[in-house]
């Protein structure tokens, strides 16, 4: 009977245990999932990323890669200078929320004052901290940063990040400098900066560009061409005026989960339409109009690029790709001269809004005051361009592009080849979702309404007669310049090198550094830390190798991950463009160009982040082409 009763008791006592044990585990694992769900609310930027939520970072005294106090000799303090507090930057499964208190505080410095953001928005400010040595300099000190932020609302919401900065003695009898490899390098020669460096004989491409009068510089800065007016023959008249390009319908097809978790072929128009872990992504389908492909370093394919569409940064970009580029936008270069040993090849020269058929949304020139971006010169480049980020909306963004210098460039009347040289300047615009209550995410102001009395939704025009820019490309669209974004969300430009061409266009990644791993897959170098994703500038400075990053702690020659939208061990970024064939009939001619590109960072934490940028681009533009008397 007692062993029986000790038996039960027994039994008891083990299935009482596993019950604890059970909803002890349980309640661990369900805040281990709530502190991951809060982990955007508070968060360190431009540190290595294992440190974002928190952690260890250690720099030697007066070492220029960490110490930023510009102390060549040992002082017995390093100072942090590089590192940002954030807060509601979005990441895994965390998502934004109004907040109710942010407090920052640097350990014996200064409070981190960031600002109450409007909503679910991100802010983000800079902090310096120093840090002493202790025992004369002997002993290692140390100061934490202490970031805390707490939601509104329920369920309670709250996040601590504690970051430990630690300066160590300089182990070296001297301290180090960045300045021992830059003696080695050549100059760096760019062709289309305006400037000539050896071997160059000329510069900028197609323009007289320092060559004698009547000639102009070939595509690669490396010839003077024989170029006269008199020697056109591109039908009647043999010297047409000018050549127009209008953007087309874009093709981009459709899009399905990939990673493995969800069903195979399942459709989805955004992440969270696939199983935890999955992506949304065009690259595996195969419809639509494929003109690229990206592949990897066993030269299988590995995403296939679309008409229409607009390409984006590594393997860490988090807004779904591609993005549409707008029809409808037109675009007008002058006729220059044409090559007197082929006729037929027109040179192509910038436009203003005071030329026939032009305006400030066709011209081709820098100079140019649109009358629309207040401050802001440069002819417009299509219609305002949203990029929706439906991973997560508060990082969507609105971009408007102007020429940031002359077009230029060349096209054959007869075959309809062309290339042209538009750099643009890309202003982005931090707006999340600007029309509550309409479905999908709208970056950008609309402009809809009945055809003919159209008025603009959301923005600074909010209710203001407007005219279409686009056509209706989905939820986004259309937009219209007569709806500019909300200016006090402008956080930046881009400058976007384009160089579009009806031909085939290639980048090869390569390894600019030796050092991450993965930098083997870079196709875009510029100067940047080698503990975070943080660059040189603004300007940002591109590079080809680590000797020409010569300014501390800015000593590493990389892009922010490697590899090229969302394949992260890419080799070959191609896209192919479509010559629009005899147009010397000055009839519309279906024809496609293309341009592959280095984006470089936008400074902004956020941009960026959701970005991966800096890092390659690549766009193509279908359309049509058409000489005109």
Same mark, same amino acid.
């Given at each position: 009977?007692?062993?029986?009763?000790?038996?039960?008791?027994?039994?008891?006592?083990?299935?009482?245990?596993?019950?604890?044990?059970?909803?002890?585990?349980?309640?661990?694992?369900?805040?281990?999932?709530?502190?991951?769900?809060?982990?955007?609310?508070?968060?360190?930027?431009?540190?290595?990323?294992?440190?974002?939520?928190?952690?260890?970072?250690?720099?030697?005294?007066?070492?220029?890669?960490?110490?930023?106090?510009?102390?060549?000799?040992?002082?017995?303090?390093?100072?942090?200078?590089?590192?940002?507090?954030?807060?509601?930057?979005?990441?895994?499964?965390?998502?934004?929320?109004?907040?109710?208190?942010?407090?920052?505080?640097?350990?014996?410095?200064?409070?981190?004052?960031?600002?109450?953001?409007?909503?679910?928005?991100?802010?983000?400010?800079?902090?310096?901290?120093?840090?002493?040595?202790?025992?004369?300099?002997?002993?290692?000190?140390?100061?934490?940063?202490?970031?805390?932020?707490?939601?509104?609302?329920?369920?309670?919401?709250?996040?601590?990040?504690?970051?430990?900065?630690?300066?160590?003695?300089?182990?070296?009898?001297?301290?180090?400098?960045?300045?021992?490899?830059?003696?080695?390098?050549?100059?760096?020669?760019?062709?289309?900066?305006?400037?000539?460096?050896?071997?160059?004989?000329?510069?900028?491409?197609?323009?007289?560009?320092?060559?004698?009068?009547?000639?102009?510089?070939?595509?690669?800065?490396?010839?003077?061409?024989?170029?006269?007016?008199?020697?056109?023959?591109?039908?009647?008249?043999?010297?047409?005026?000018?050549?127009?390009?209008?953007?087309?319908?874009?093709?981009?097809?459709?899009?399905?989960?990939?990673?493995?978790?969800?069903?195979?072929?399942?459709?989805?128009?955004?992440?969270?339409?696939?199983?935890?872990?999955?992506?949304?992504?065009?690259?595996?389908?195969?419809?639509?109009?494929?003109?690229?492909?990206?592949?990897?370093?066993?030269?299988?394919?590995?995403?296939?690029?679309?008409?229409?569409?607009?390409?984006?940064?590594?393997?860490?970009?988090?807004?779904?790709?591609?993005?549409?580029?707008?029809?409808?936008?037109?675009?007008?270069?002058?006729?220059?001269?044409?090559?007197?040993?082929?006729?037929?090849?027109?040179?192509?020269?910038?436009?203003?809004?005071?030329?026939?058929?032009?305006?400030?949304?066709?011209?081709?020139?820098?100079?140019?005051?649109?009358?629309?971006?207040?401050?802001?010169?440069?002819?417009?480049?299509?219609?305002?361009?949203?990029?929706?980020?439906?991973?997560?909306?508060?990082?969507?963004?609105?971009?408007?592009?102007?020429?940031?210098?002359?077009?230029?460039?060349?096209?054959?009347?007869?075959?309809?080849?062309?290339?042209?040289?538009?750099?643009?300047?890309?202003?982005?615009?931090?707006?999340?979702?600007?029309?509550?209550?309409?479905?999908?995410?709208?970056?950008?102001?609309?402009?809809?309404?009945?055809?003919?009395?159209?008025?603009?939704? $959301?923005?600074? /025009?909010? =209710?203001? #007669?407007? &005219?279409?820019? +686009?056509?209706? *490309?989905?939820?986004?669209?259309? @937009?219209? !310049?007569?709806?500019?974004?909300?200016?006090?969300?402008?956080?930046?430009?881009?400058?976007?090198?384009?160089?579009?061409?009806?031909?085939?266009?290639?980048?090869?990644?390569?390894?600019?550094?030796?050092?991450?791993?993965?930098?083997?897959?870079?196709?875009?170098?510029?100067?940047?830390?080698?503990?975070?994703?943080?660059?040189?500038?603004?300007?940002?400075?591109?590079?080809?190798?680590?000797?020409?990053?010569?300014?501390?702690?800015?000593?590493?020659?990389?892009?922010?991950?490697? $590899?090229?939208? /969302?394949? =992260?061990? #890419?080799? &070959?970024?191609? +896209?192919?463009? *479509?010559?629009?064939?005899?147009? @010397?009939? !000055?009839?519309?001619?279906?024809?496609?160009?293309?341009?592959?590109?280095?984006?470089?960072?936008?400074?902004?934490?956020?941009?960026?982040?959701?970005?991966?940028?800096?890092?390659?681009?690549?766009?193509?533009?279908?359309?049509?082409?058409?000489?005109?008397?």
């Amino acid at each position: 009977m007692q062993r029986r009763e000790f038996g039960r008791v027994q039994l008891t006592y083990l299935l009482g245990f596993a019950f604890v044990l059970t909803v002890a585990l349980t309640l661990a694992v369900r805040q281990g999932s709530a502190k991951e769900q809060d982990e955007c609310l508070a968060q360190f930027v431009d540190v290595p990323v294992v440190d974002e939520n928190g952690g260890m970072i250690t720099c030697n005294d007066c070492d220029p890669k960490c110490d930023d106090d510009g102390v060549t000799t040992p002082n017995q303090s390093c100072t942090f200078n590089m590192y940002m507090g954030c807060v509601n930057k979005p990441s895994g499964s965390c998502v934004p929320a109004a907040l109710k208190k942010i407090k920052g505080k640097v350990q014996h410095g200064a409070s981190i004052t960031i600002t109450k953001p409007v909503g679910t928005d991100s802010a983000c400010a800079a902090f310096t901290a120093t840090v002493k040595l202790k025992n004369k300099g002997k002993k290692p000190g140390k100061s934490k940063v202490t970031l805390m932020v707490m939601a509104s609302g329920k369920p309670k919401r709250k996040d601590k990040d504690v970051l430990t900065l630690v300066c160590k003695p300089q182990p070296a009898a001297t301290c180090p400098t960045m300045t021992t490899t830059t003696t080695t390098m050549p100059p760096v020669q760019i062709c289309d900066n305006g400037t000539i460096e050896a071997p160059e004989v000329c510069d900028r491409p197609f323009t007289q560009g320092g060559c004698p009068s009547g000639q102009i510089c070939n595509d690669n800065c490396m010839a003077c061409l024989p170029c006269s007016t008199s020697s056109c023959t591109c039908g009647t008249p043999a010297r047409p005026s000018q050549l127009k390009f209008t953007t087309g319908t874009p093709d981009i097809g459709t899009k399905i989960c990939i990673g493995g978790n969800s069903p195979p072929n399942t459709p989805c128009a955004k992440d969270q339409d696939c199983t935890t872990g999955d992506t949304c992504s065009s690259c595996p389908t195969t419809d639509g109009t494929v003109v690229g492909t990206v592949k990897d370093d066993t030269g299988a394919t590995a995403c296939n690029l679309r008409s229409g569409g607009l390409y984006f940064g590594g393997v860490g970009v988090t807004v779904p790709l591609p993005a549409s580029v707008p029809d409808m936008g037109a675009s007008l270069t002058n006729v220059g001269c044409c090559l007197d040993a082929t006729p037929t090849s027109m040179q192509l020269l910038a436009t203003t809004n005071t030329d026939p058929g032009s305006s400030v949304k066709a011209c081709t020139s820098a100079a140019v005051d649109n009358g629309i971006y207040a401050g802001k010169l440069g002819c417009l480049f299509g219609p305002p361009l949203p990029i929706p980020n439906t991973t997560a909306d508060i990082t969507s963004t609105c971009v408007v592009n102007r020429v940031a210098k002359d077009a230029a460039g060349l096209a054959d009347c007869s075959t309809g080849t062309s290339q042209i040289n538009l750099p643009l300047t890309s202003d982005i615009y931090l707006t999340g979702d600007l029309l509550s209550g309409v479905p999908g995410i709208q970056p950008c102001p609309l402009c809809t309404g009945t055809p003919g009395s159209e008025t603009c939704q $959301g923005g600074p /025009n909010d =209710g203001v #007669a407007c &005219t279409p820019g +686009s056509g209706a *490309l989905g939820d986004a669209y259309p @937009t219209s !310049h007569d709806c500019p974004p909300p200016p006090d969300k402008f956080i930046g430009i881009l400058p976007i090198p384009f160089a579009l061409s009806t031909s085939a266009q290639t980048k090869i990644s390569q390894n600019f550094a030796d050092t991450p791993p993965g930098a083997q897959f870079a196709f875009c170098g510029f100067c940047g830390r080698t503990t975070s994703p943080s660059f040189e500038g603004p300007p940002a400075h591109p590079c080809r190798t680590n000797a020409e990053c010569t300014k501390a702690p800015f000593t590493l020659c990389e892009q922010r991950d490697p $590899g090229a939208f /969302n394949v =992260g061990n #890419a080799q &070959t970024i191609t +896209s192919t463009g *479509l010559p629009a064939g005899d147009i @010397t009939d !000055h009839a519309a001619h279906g024809s496609r160009l293309v341009s592959v590109f280095c984006i470089p960072p936008a400074f902004d934490p956020i941009v960026d982040a959701a970005g991966d940028l800096p890092g390659p681009g690549a766009v193509s533009l279908p359309g049509t082409a058409q000489i005109l008397p």
